[in-house]
């Protein structure tokens, strides 16, 4: 057999390893951050009678311009966007890969703060981009000095920033974006593939967008609006901006299938949305939980928390699949990150993990002493 060694592969995708979060068939999955509430079935009948109209045209090309969807994109976003500031591909990692082959590729570089997304070093690897990386403060935060300092140190033709940051959930104040996109001479890509579950009234980077032509703002169906499946992420810039991404697509990159079911999704988007806080009230139950047992959760704007204090992640990992709980086992020492499901998903997850909680092996210990 054939082996990846074997073959006249690029020498810098040499021993890399490809994206690779386990894909297990478990009762409670809570390890990719998807809404784990099923869409409403209504919704479903009308992206069904949407896409059975789409299939009986099926053997033209789709609109290589997602007009309509750009439209409808444009009214859910607001503030005052207009179709020609929308972008959108098969899922926002397609969006952020168009980015990378538009304003990165050889002899360039992007810029990220880790912990973070393991998606923009692999896209940054594909398209050839070198991926610099600075680092978070201890609780995983990212102020304005720290990240206009990287920005300086490397000077990068992209920046990566990810708010709330996954996998940790930290959630990300404007005035670190506004810095830096002042100092970056290249492209500012915010991604929100969160946003939707941060506190209501946070602020989104939408509202930097105006008179920043290199700002962009990416965000995505397959979290809160429960479309993971479906591949839907987008993206809102400057018009400019945009047309240099249809440089780089496939042409027909969207098909006509997903436009056709991301447009029913969103006539739906209320309905869609509707489970938004439930599941924050979910992850913050987690949080409140998690510390309560010992364990030391990190700021989340989003719907998973990162944790602390626990000895042996992968141990925990194993312990939990075993009893049909999948999370999250990130290789950061000492941390498990785990997805707010729904009510009767988190409580499976809080009674498992309970087992493991640092306080219970401090009164135990206490105990031993007592005796
Ligand atoms: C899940 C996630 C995405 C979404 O990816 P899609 O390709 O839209 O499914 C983007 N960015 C971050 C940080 C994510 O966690």
Not at 200 to 209: D, I, K, N, R, Y
Not at 261 to 290: F, K, N, T, Y
Request: charged content about 20%.
């Amino acid at each position: 057999m054939t082996s990846l060694e074997d073959l006249p592969i690029r020498d810098d995708l040499r021993g890399r390893s490809p994206y690779g979060a386990p894909q297990k068939s478990v009762p409670v999955a809570l390890n990719v951050n998807e809404n784990t509430h099923p869409i409403p079935e209504d919704v479903a009948h009308d992206i069904v009678a949407r896409v059975a109209a789409a299939i009986l045209r099926l053997n033209r090309y789709p609109d290589r311009e997602f007009t309509e969807l750009r439209e409808a994109l444009a009214g859910y976003l607001g503030h005052g966007l207009t179709p020609e500031h929308i972008w959108a591909a098969n899922g926002s990692n397609e969006v952020l890969q168009h980015l990378l082959q538009a304003f990165g590729g050889p002899g360039r570089s992007a810029l990220g703060f880790e912990p973070t997304y393991s998606m923009y070093g692999l896209l940054a690897s594909g398209t050839g981009t070198r991926w610099v990386t600075a680092p978070r403060d201890d609780d995983f935060e990212l102020g304005p000095e720290a990240a206009v300092a990287a920005v300086l140190e490397h000077d990068p033709d992209l920046v990566l920033m990810c708010a709330p940051n996954n996998p940790t959930g930290t959630p990300l104040d404007l005035d670190t974006i506004r810095a830096v996109a002042d100092v970056a001479r290249g492209i500012v890509i915010v991604d929100e593939a969160y946003f939707e579950f941060a506190e209501p009234g946070t602020p989104s980077a939408l509202t930097l967008l105006e008179g920043r032509p290199r700002l962009v703002v990416s965000r995505t169906m397959s979290k809160a609006f429960a479309f993971a499946g479906a591949r839907v992420g987008y993206l809102a810039g400057d018009p400019a901006t945009i047309d240099a991404l249809r440089l780089v697509r496939l042409p027909y990159h969207l098909s006509a299938l997903t436009q056709a079911a991301a447009l029913g999704a969103l006539a739906h988007a209320d309905e869609m949305l509707a489970m938004v806080d439930e599941i924050r009230g979910q992850r913050v139950r987690l949080s409140a939980e998690l510390a309560r047992l010992g364990f030391a959760p990190y700021r989340s704007g989003s719907n998973f928390v990162l944790f602390g204090g626990v000895d042996d992640p992968h141990a925990v990992f194993e312990a939990l699949l075993a009893r049909g709980i999948l999370i999250r086992d990130l290789g950061i020492r000492g941390h498990l990150r785990v997805t707010a499901g729904t009510e009767a998903e988190t409580t499976a997850f809080l009674e498992a993990i309970a087992v493991f909680a640092p306080e219970r092996a401090a009164g135990a210990a206490e105990n031993r002493i007592d005796a």
